[in-house]
């Protein structure tokens, strides 16, 4: 029997943010300055890795706290 691959989750950018617990201007915000890339598309609405989102959330606040 094969085993399953695990496929990433692909989340959109309002839930996203609800999950990193940030706005949803704020993932357009990473977006837009390079922080975070959407890894996919469902209509006109850009999806991302929950991953990719935290790894972005935690460079925010090292950014933060070094300013």
Do not use: C, N
């Not at 029997?1 to 990433?8: C, D, E, F, K, T």
């Not at 959109?12 to 940030?22: C, Y």
């Not at 915000?29 to 959407?38: D, E, I, N, P, Y």
């Not at 890894?39 to 300013?67: C, P």
Request: aromatic share 4%.
């Amino acid at each position: 029997m094969l085993s399953p691959i695990a496929l990433p989750v692909l989340i959109p950018g309002p839930l996203a943010a609800e999950e990193a617990g940030v706005a949803p201007a704020t993932i357009r915000k990473w977006v837009q300055l390079g922080h975070l890339r959407a890894a996919g598309k469902a209509g006109r609405a850009q999806l991302f890795r929950l991953e990719d989102v935290f790894a972005a959330e935690r460079t925010a606040r090292r950014r933060r706290r070094t300013a």
